[in-house]
């Protein structure tokens, strides 16, 4: 066979820029030529916040630890920031907005050019790479993640004016757009086979991992390209150069993983991803039957698992 997918690491772990104290710039070599940070649940649990006064390691501070730690880390390293600080919107009146955000239409934001830290990016979202994150509000009682409904919509927004002004065009897609894939009933059905017990065997967190396989349909339905997950923020242009994002796909369209478990060879996890329409569909199958072989030898199965486990499959693994 060929390719599963293809690798980088470009991508920096959360856990490795929370340090207990403020960002340096002798800190600045990790971040270097990097596309991103991802501020995980994992990350918040390793990392230290406690020098950011009124917040916790708790996965809800997320919203506020992502936008004090951008704002450090675009003053210290390189001098430069994609992004507007907190203290610039308020200045000029400008909220930055914690109501659930729309999900038809991603809001724009007018990048002022009178502020020296921010990057020429293209006014033209026709102009702009796409950048898509999947969410679907689970009702709080089936709901396993942790965070609560505010912290969702502030982490989204957060998530949307930083790809925005790193120069990207940002958009939140859902189950809605899933269902939309010719072979969504198909892909469900099977889908019900994947083991998904969790921790303690009781399946609490199963509608969580459901839309985690399911996003893959869903990028297929939108024409694919690149998606993060909603806590993967930007480093410059979150091209990993000193140029913006070209608007065509790396590696002519082909699956592309940008982050991998720290020291592993090409153990994938999926918070930054990009393939064309057809590899998206390609990859939800190839992540769907990897989870359907697991449901007699594992109580627990999810699609950063099977993304881990294809690296050991029979096809050819290039990086």
Sequence with gaps: GGDVFKWTDDVVDGQYVLLGREWNSDDCQITNGKRGVHFS???????????????????????????????????????????????????NNEQPPLEEPPLEEPPTLALQASNPNLLPVNGDP???????TFFHRIDAEKRGTGMEDSKDNALLDAWREKWTAAGWDPEIINLDHAKQHSDYERFYERLQLVPMQGNGG???????????????????????????????LPLGYGSGDSNPQPMELPNN???????????????????????????????AFRLLENGVEHKDKEDHWTDMFALMDLRYGGDVFKW
């Design 41 to 91: 649940h994992d990350a918040m649990e390793k990392g230290n916040v406690s020098y950011i006064d009124g917040v916790s390691n708790d996965a809800n501070s997320r919203p506020l630890v992502v936008q004090h730690w951008l704002d450090v880390w675009g003053n210290t390293c390189n001098g430069v920031s994609p992004v507007r600080e907190t203290s610039q919107l308020l200045a």
């Design 126 to 132: 026709n102009q702009r790479p796409k950048m898509y």
């Design 202 to 232: 009781k399946s609490v967190n199963r509608p969580y991992n459901e839309l985690c396989f399911l996003r893959w349909l869903a990028m297929a339905s939108v024409g694919g390209g690149f998606m993060s997950d909603y806590d993967l």
């Design 253 to 283: 369209g082909e699956f592309t993983v940008y982050s991998i478990v720290p020291g592993s060879q090409g153990a994938g996890i999926p918070c930054l991803v990009s393939g064309s329409p057809e590899e998206w569909t390609r990859m």
